[in-house]
């Protein structure tokens, strides 16, 4: 079968490893991919929301399935685009998507549905924000409700920083439409880690726990990044408490949106706090993590085609999915300056003698070829990523 990947990071990069050693692949493409991706797929000069023109890429070039990798196209439809022309998209509709395009949403129905989440409120003018601050006080963390490229979130210390939050959100635009409304809501102290899960609505199929590092510096300083580096499975989940997340948050959320009619297939991506007062959500994704799906994918030992597939078609529940006993980490090397301002296009050398390591993988994010030359394309550039199964 032909196969398109849709995105172009590091999460793309190890999709398209995985799904490259599939025997079922014919062609893979993958839109717009990076200079690693190049290694093993087609690249196609077509951005990740680019809808319609990947929908007619997939129609001409007959395109039997195509994997999304980022939030952004799934919230903007493409599974229903894909669909209503009779093509197969992996991934969750627009509707489903909105458990992550939408924090108001989320946070909405975990309430509807006691799913165990931080206490909160939703606010549409800053003056009742404000408000409402002064009466719960910091710490306190604001959030815009939609997407906004992993900074929506604003952790504050301080009244004053919080404040500045909502003014950032709703009076500055900094985030346009997704500022429209804010969440505000109480600070949970704890450590977090990632569940993950394939459901195509009726079955869960939870993969090993995963954790990933989000402050740009070691010893946990410096702002918050996409994610530094992960790695699976996360100490701190304890078998008993998987089972618990699962059953407390992950089924009860395919439920609930079945029941709210927003049947959910794909990936979903729980946020969790492991806090003093019990485990709770910080927020759902609607697709794979980046850097997570590395480490995770590094440790899947069967073929992930049939089970994309079987996620679509309904038959998880048949799946063949087994996992390597082995621990998986990735480490991502980053641009300086990064997650602020960095510099793009710098050559990178060594790519050769680290990819011949035996146990070592790495996958391209930010990069590009330009006349044989690998450089620099973002702030992420590579997640290097260990041990390979044997
Ligand atoms: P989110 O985009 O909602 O996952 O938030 C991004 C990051 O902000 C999380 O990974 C946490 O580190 C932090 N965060 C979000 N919500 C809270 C909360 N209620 N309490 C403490 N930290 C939070
Ligand atoms: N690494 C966090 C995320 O993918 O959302």
């Known amino acids: 079968m032909n196969i398109l990947v849709v995105g172009g990071g590091g999460r793309e990069h190890a999709l398209v490893w995985k799904i490259a050693e599939s025997p079922l692949v014919d062609r893979l493409f993958c839109a717009p991919g990076n200079a690693g991706i190049a290694e093993q797929a087609e690249c196609v000069d077509i951005g990740a929301e680019e809808v319609l023109r990947l929908r007619r890429f997939a129609r001409e070039n007959a395109i039997d399935l195509t994997v999304v990798g980022p939030e952004a196209p799934l919230v903007k439809g493409i599974v229903d685009a894909f669909e209503t022309a009779g093509l197969r998209a992996f991934g969750p509709s627009q509707q489903a998507a909105r458990i992550e395009g939408s924090k108001v949403f989320a946070k909405q129905l975990m309430q509807r549905h006691s799913i165990p989440t931080a206490e909160f409120r939703t606010f549409t003018a800053p003056e009742r924000a404000k408000a409402y601050l002064d009466m719960v006080g910091a710490p306190i963390v604001v959030k815009a409700d939609g997407l906004a490229a992993g900074k929506a979130a604003i952790v504050c210390r301080t009244l004053e920083e919080a404040y500045e939050a909502v003014d950032r959100i709703m009076i500055r635009n900094e985030f346009a439409d997704a500022g429209a409304q804010v969440v505000v809501e109480s600070c949970l102290r704890g450590e977090e880690a990632s569940m993950i899960a394939f459901t195509d609505g009726r079955t869960l199929a939870v993969m090993p726990s995963c954790q990933d590092h989000k402050p740009i510096y070691d010893g946990d300083r410096g702002p918050n990044t996409g994610g530094m580096g992960a790695y699976s499975p996360a100490p701190l989940i304890s078998d008993e408490l998987a089972a618990q997340l699962e059953r407390e948050v992950l089924v009860q959320t395919v439920h609930a949106m079945n029941r709210e009619d927003k049947p959910y297939r794909g990936v979903l991506y729980a946020g969790i706090m492991v806090a003093d007062e019990g485990p709770r959500v910080l927020e759902f994704n609607c697709r794979l993590g980046d850097p997570e799906t590395q480490p995770l994918l590094m440790r899947l030992e069967s073929d992930l085609v049939p089970v994309l597939l079987s996620t679509l078609d309904g038959t998880l529940e048949d799946a063949d999915i087994r996992w390597s006993e082995r621990p998986t980490c990735c480490v991502v090397?980053?641009?300086?300056?990064?997650?602020?301002?960095?510099?793009?296009?710098?050559?990178?050398?060594?790519?050769?003698?680290?990819?011949?390591?035996?146990?070592?993988?790495?996958?391209?994010?930010?990069?590009r070829l330009e006349d044989g030359q690998v450089l620099t394309n973002g702030g992420r550039v590579l997640g290097v990523t260990a041990p390979r199964r044997p």
């Open 333 to 367: 090397m980053a641009s300086g300056g990064y997650p602020l301002s960095y510099k793009k296009g710098y050559p990178i050398e060594g790519l050769e003698e680290a990819g011949a390591m035996d146990d070592v993988v790495v996958f391209h994010a930010g990069t």
